[in-house]
Structures are given as structure tokens and as C-alpha cells.
């Protein structure tokens, strides 16, 4: 840090990082993005002339041997995060990286680790966003008691990652082979399951137990150079879960569920049920014993959490907040998570957590 | 008295007469020419004087093995709690009686599969389990619509049926809540899978999680009796057609959305609801809309007739035979197996 500036390099700069992260980094006082080192020089050099961001970079390498960088942004697809956070710690840079957090549970406390050994620097990873709005409702209604003792939970996400048209929620045979779809750039991570599950554990904590199905019923799609490559990612996953909290749950994803464009989640309780639908998830819908139907439960505009990642981030290196969403402690427990429901698939077994 | 043919009379004995049977099948059966409700035997002699001098039933045995030695008897109607159907379905079969058995099945696979066996050395009698009733009225409509290719290949299945009041612990015992008697049966999660397979086939493979939320009830005499009978179910499971299908069960998910069905096919989707509305969907649409469901379309209830007719030569038994029922009861063993073990169950058992 000079003069209380912090320099920020960008290591991968695609869309999220173009979309969000970049604008909400110039928002911050005393923040200047001074680097960035994409997947080539010439993409690189794209996206400062775009962002008028003054140093481009070869390589990532490059980038972090630069003095003059205090903190860096990962915005690559998961294969990449395990050795850029890693190297970033080792050249003395605060680290924010994409989500999801690595590829398997393994890196994923590989990452925990690393961070343990620099205290003063600030690792922290883009928080799972759509239920922000939200979430301390949600918090303070189960907190507070009124649910009673915690049961059920059922979640059930239409998904649309890898789509390039999102309304058509039919089984597409024919899309080009997306990085969500390719196991070499996103390992474990599945569809969306990751960012709910995150979300759920806001709620009702990690689970103890998984045992889950999945199916690629796309087998093979068309690489960039057009070539079939066969699709080991499942697009459509089955999952059950004990939680610690005494919920059971059932929580299904799938990209192949036609004309279900919605998603949902309840969460059921002795004494009350909440259910959250969207996108957007804006509203919280609660019924208890004696009511006919769910009625909406009034979120005060202060309580609405809204996307503040880089925000955060700034607040964590200058030492005014520690990191909440999200610390890599919850990242390994999504990792965890993930990697149970591909190794229950497999085995036809529960998997236990932690791992 | 096994040869009834269509010119004879059938003399008909009722083996427990519980509320189905009563609201049911004597009914049912009253509306059969020819046949004759004869007998009745009741958990004791008492009520079955009441239920025989309800219906106007001429013989009142003490209990079931009188009813069974009684030659003039062709055919019974069981209509006891499971834990009973197979002791009285092997040994109608072997007082040479046609057997029309209430559901479910029995409590178990094992006891499925000796209903099978003795049901086969008997292949002069007729033997019949009640079918799931639940969705008579989409059944057909869902096989024909999926039978002309309108959701092309199933890939996905969801049926929930969540039970739509909060948890009541302590509250009474129920029969279905009783292992004795019900064995691996839970919820109503039998009759929604006889009713799933109609539409959809078979399932291969059973992975399930089960929570027993309310863990004792007041049995009859207000004593507190521990319950070994989950009360919420979650199963995923694969189906012979390649289809992966996920079912909920349960009796504590207060307000919840109830009773759905969802069929995800390639090129479509169908959805039944709650009140057995039946929509559709396919690639192009931008939402789902009600399909018609023409009442003379629709099956019925039947088995009383149906069984009838069986035992007259008339036609074969479709809802339900006894193997239909041992695959049931494989499923329903199997969502136990694997909640227990932590493991996925191959079918069939």
C-alpha cells in the first residue's frame, strides 16, 4: 500500500469480473486497478484499453512478481484458483478470488492452509449472491425461534448456467461444451449447487450426510475447435442431506426440467415454514400453525443485503471488517459438500462431513 | 368351490371388515350380479354381528379360519391391516378361495414374494391386491400422452406429497404409524409409486433418507408408545427407462405446496397438481397450459368388479396382480434398506 492506495492487479478478466467486479472495485476510494493479466496479451490488453487500466501483463507470473500490486482479483474459471491463491499469498498479495472457491475438497484446504500461514493478509471469496436480499431475515426468523425446531428443507433449482438462451429450460443437446460443463476447467463443481449450498448453510448450517444420484443426459458436446468431447459433468443431480441441525433435505438440480423456469426453497419447521422463490429472491413467505396459506413476511430496507463483495474486500485489507462472504473456512465446507455429492454418485454410498 | 363360472353365483366372505371395506368394497360388491356377500369375520365376534347386521350378512364366523373351512365360500376379501395379508392370503389360496387383498401388498418384500409364489401354484384361483386409487382420474390421460410422444424421452420425475399441517407430537397412534402392523409401509408412499409406474415404469435403483420427527404417539389405552415409522421420506432413484425420479413424502411440512407431480421429457413436460389438474408443455411454449381430461376417458374404481369378472373368466387381472404388488413392495423395502445402510438398492431385491 502507497499513500494508503490499494493496487489491484486482475488475474482472468471475464464476464463477472468485467460486470461486477471491476465496477465495484472503481467505486471504492483509494482503490486504483493498476494491472491486468488475462488469458493472453492481446485479451489482456482489451480489456485495460476497455477499463483504462495502465499495465498489462503476459502472464499471471508476471503479474505477481510486480511490487507494486498490493491485492489481486482471481476471476478464473476454478481450475486455476488452488495456484493463483497460493502463489498471490507468496508474493505478499491479499487475495479475492472467484467463486466457486477450487475444483475438490483437496485444493480447497490447500487454499485454508495457505491463508493460515499469512495472517496479515485479507482471502476471501465471491460470495454466493442470490439470496442476499434476504438472508438476515431469514437468519433472525430462525434465530428468534419462530420455525421451532428445524425438519425438512427442500430446494429445487431450475438452472440455467451453460445456456446461452436461459428461458428455454429444455434439454439442449446441441450448445458448445461451456467451462461448466467441462470437468478439466470446473472439477466437482456442478451446476449451480455449490452457490445454494452455501446459502443453505446461512440457514441451517453444514450438512453431516449426503447421498445423491446424478445423470448427464448431454454426453457429449463440441469443444471450441468443434471437436466432441465427451461431458462428465451431470445436468441433472438428486441430492439428500442431514444437516447438523437436525434438517433433512432434498435439493435437486437440473438444466433439463422444460417450461420449470422458477426455483424454490422451503424450509420447514416445527412451528412455522418459510418458502423463497425466484429469481429474484426478494421476498420471504412465512406460515405458522393456524394460518390458511404463506403470508409475506416485510423485510425492512436496512435488512436487504445487496452485492458488496469488492467493497468488503477494501474494508478487510484496511482492517475496518473482517470477511464474512465468504471466508475460506465456509468455502471448504461448500468444497467438501460438492465433492461428497460426486463421491455418493459414484459409490451408490452416503458420504459423511466433513470429509 | 373354485370353478365359479359365469352362469354361477359367487358366495363372497369379507376378512376384516375395516372402513374400506365397509365404504368400499360391500358396496362395490352389491353392485355384482350374482354375487353374494355370505360371510364375515371381524377382529371379534361382536363387530362382525355389527357389520353383518349393517349389510345384512347372513354368516358370522368367530374368526378367519372358521370363514376359510367353510366349503360353500369361493372367494374372500381381506381387509385386515398388512400385517395380515399374507397369513390369509396363503391360506385362502390353500382353502382353494379366490383372494382379493386390500393394499398395501404386505409389510415386507419376503412376505410379497411367498404371496406370489403360493398365488402361482394356484393359477385356478384369482388373486388381486386393491389397486392405488389416488390417480384413476390422470392415468390415462398421462400414459396416453406420454405413450404419442408428446414429452418425448422421460428423463425426469418428481412426485411429492407432502402432508400440509405442522408437526403433532405426542398425537395418536395410527395403524400406519404401527411397524406391526404395517410393516415397511410408510406415509402413502406405496400407492404413489403403484400409481408413478403406471406412467413411467419401473425404478432400478433406490436411494432414500427418512427422519421419524415424532418419535412417540398415545397408543388406544393412553399409554406412550415409541415410533419406528419415519413420518418424513426423501427417495431419488433411477428408473428402468433411464429416467432419474425423486419423490418426497411427509407428514410434518406445515402449509407446504401438498401434492404435485412433475414428467420432464426431452421435447416436454407434463405437471399434475394438487387438485389432479393435468398441464402441458413442449420445446417452443412459453409456459405450461391445461390439457382437457374428458371424464369417459378416465379409469374408476372398479375391483370389486373387476375381480368379479376375473373370477368369472372374463378378464385378467390388471389393477393390481400380485406381481405388480411385489415390486411395490420391493421399492418400499428398499427406501428402508437404504436409509438404514447409507446405501443405494438395486432393484429388483
Request: charged share 20%.
Amino acid at each position: 500500500m502507497e499513500n494508503g492506495i490499494i493496487r489491484v492487479g486482475l488475474i482472468g478478466a471475464g464476464a463477472n469480473t468485467r460486470l461486477r467486479h471491476i465496477p465495484g472495485l472503481r467505486e471504492q476510494e483509494g482503490v486504483e486497478i493498476v494491472a491486468v493479466a488475462n488469458r493472453s496479451r492481446a485479451s489482456g490488453e482489451a480489456i485495460a484499453s476497455e477499463y483504462e487500466i495502465p499495465t498489462v501483463y503476459d502472464n499471471w507470473l508476471e503479474l505477481m512478481e510486480s511490487d507494486e500490486i498490493d491485492a489481486v482479483c482471481v476471476g478464473t474459471w476454478p481450475y486455476m484458483h488452488r495456484t493463483l491463491v497460493l502463489a498471490a499469498l507468496e508474493n505478499d498479495k491479499h487475495v479475492l478470488t472467484e467463486a466457486r472457491m477450487a475444483m475438490d475438497a483437496q485444493e480447497a484446504h490447500e487454499m485454508l492452509d495457505a491463508s493460515r500461514l499469512f495472517p496479515h493478509l485479507v482471502t476471501q471469496i465471491v460470495p454466493a449472491p442470490q439470496t442476499l436480499q434476504v438472508d438476515q431475515t431469514v437468519q433472525e426468523i430462525i434465530a428468534s425461534g419462530q420455525l421451532g425446531q428445524l425438519l425438512a428443507l427442500k430446494l429445487r433449482v431450475s438452472d440455467g448456467h451453460g445456456r446461452a438462451d436461459r428461458s428455454d429450460t429444455f434439454m439442449n443437446t446441441e450448445g458448445p461444451l461451456h467451462w461448466r460443463q467441462n470437468r478439466l476447467l470446473s472439477g466437482y463443481n456442478i451446476m449451480g449447487m455449490g452457490i445454494w449450498y452455501e446459502a443453505l448453510m446461512r440457514y441451517v448450517g453444514p450438512a453431516t450426510k449426503v447421498m445423491a444420484m446424478t445423470r448427464v443426459f448431454t454426453n457429449q458436446r463440441k469443444d471450441d475447435n468443434g471437436v466432441l468431447q465427451g461431458v462428465t459433468i451431470p445436468d441433472h443431480v438428486n441430492v439428500l442431506a442431514e444437516f447438523a441441525s437436525g434438517v433433512q433435505a432434498d435439493l435437486s438440480w437440473s438444466t433439463i426440467t422444460g417450461l420449470q423456469t422458477g426455483s424454490e426453497l422451503w424450509i420447514f419447521g416445527s412451528e412455522g415454514t418459510i418458502k423463497l422463490e425466484g429469481p429474484p429472491f426478494d421476498k420471504v413467505l412465512i406460515g405458522k400453525p393456524g394460518d390458511k396459506e404463506l403470508k409475506e413476511h416485510p423485510i425492512a430496507d436496512d435488512k436487504r443485503g445487496k452485492w458488496q463483495v469488492e467493497g468488503d474486500f477494501i474494508d478487510a485489507i484496511r482492517g475496518t471488517k473482517p470477511v464474512t462472504h465468504t471466508p475460506f473456512d465456509v468455502g471448504v465446507q461448500y468444497m467438501e459438500f460438492t465433492e461428497a455429492v460426486t463421491r455418493s454418485a459414484q459409490t451408490g454410498q452416503a458420504v459423511y462431513l466433513p470429509l | 368351490m373354485a370353478s365359479a363360472n359365469t352362469s354361477d353365483g359367487i358366495r363372497l366372505g369379507l376378512i376384516g371388515a375395516g372402513k374400506n371395506t365397509r365404504d368400499r368394497h360391500i358396496p362395490g360388491f352389491l353392485k355384482v350380479d350374482g354375487l353374494e356377500i355370505a360371510a364375515v369375520a371381524n377382529r371379534s365376534r361382536a363387530s362382525s354381528q355389527a357389520v353383518a347386521d349393517q349389510f345384512n350378512i347372513s354368516g358370522v364366523y368367530d374368526n378367519w379360519q372358521e370363514l376359510l373351512e367353510d366349503p360353500s365360500i369361493d372367494a374372500v376379501c381381506i381387509g385386515t391391516w398388512p400385517y395380515m395379508h399374507r397369513t390369509l392370503t396363503l391360506a385362502a389360496l390353500e382353502a382353494g378361495k379366490h383372494v382379493l387383498c386390500e393394499a398395501r401388498m404386505a409389510t415386507s418384500a419376503l412376505e410379497a414374494q411367498e404371496m406370489l409364489d403360493a398365488s402361482r401354484e394356484r393359477p385356478d384361483l384369482i388373486s388381486q391386491i386393491v389397486p392405488s386409487p389416488l390417480t384413476f382420474k390422470i392415468d390415462r390421460l398421462l400414459q396416453g400422452k406420454i405413450a404419442e410422444g408428446y414429452i418425448g424421452d422421460i428423463i425426469g420425475v418428481s412426485v411429492q406429497s407432502l402432508g400440509n399441517a405442522f408437526m403433532d407430537q405426542g398425537g395418536p397412534m395410527h395403524w400406519r404409524n404401527d411397524r406391526d402392523l404395517s410393516g415397511f409401509n410408510i406415509l402413502n408412499m406405496g400407492i404413489w409409486y403403484e400409481a408413478m409406474i403406471r406412467w413411467v415404469g419401473r425404478a432400478t435403483k433406490v436411494t432414500a433418507m427418512t427422519k421419524i420427527t415424532v418419535n412417540t404417539r398415545k397408543d388406544e389405552s393412553g399409554e406412550s408408545v415409541d415410533i419406528n415409522i419415519p413420518d418424513h421420506v426423501g427417495i431419488i432413484a433411477e428408473l428402468a427407462n433411464g429416467a432419474m425420479a425423486n419423490m418426497q413424502f411427509s407428514a410434518v411440512t406445515g402449509l407446504s405446496s401438498g401434492n404435485g407431480v412433475w414428467i420432464y421429457g426431452s421435447e416436454g413436460t407434463l405437471h399434475v397438481d394438487g387438485a389432479q389438474n393435468v398441464y402441458g408443455g413442449r420445446r417452443g411454449n412459453d409456459k405450461l397450459a391445461e390439457i382437457e381430461n374428458p371424464e369417459e376417458g378416465r379409469a374408476y374404481w372398479r375391483v370389486e368388479e373387476e375381480f368379479c369378472s376375473a373370477i368369472r373368466g372374463q378378464e385378467k387381472i390388471t389393477r393390481t396382480p400380485f406381481e405388480v404388488g411385489l415390486h411395490y413392495m420391493e421399492f418400499t423395502e428398499a427406501v428402508t434398506r437404504s436409509a438404514q445402510t447409507g446405501q443405494t438398492v438395486a432393484l429388483p431385491l
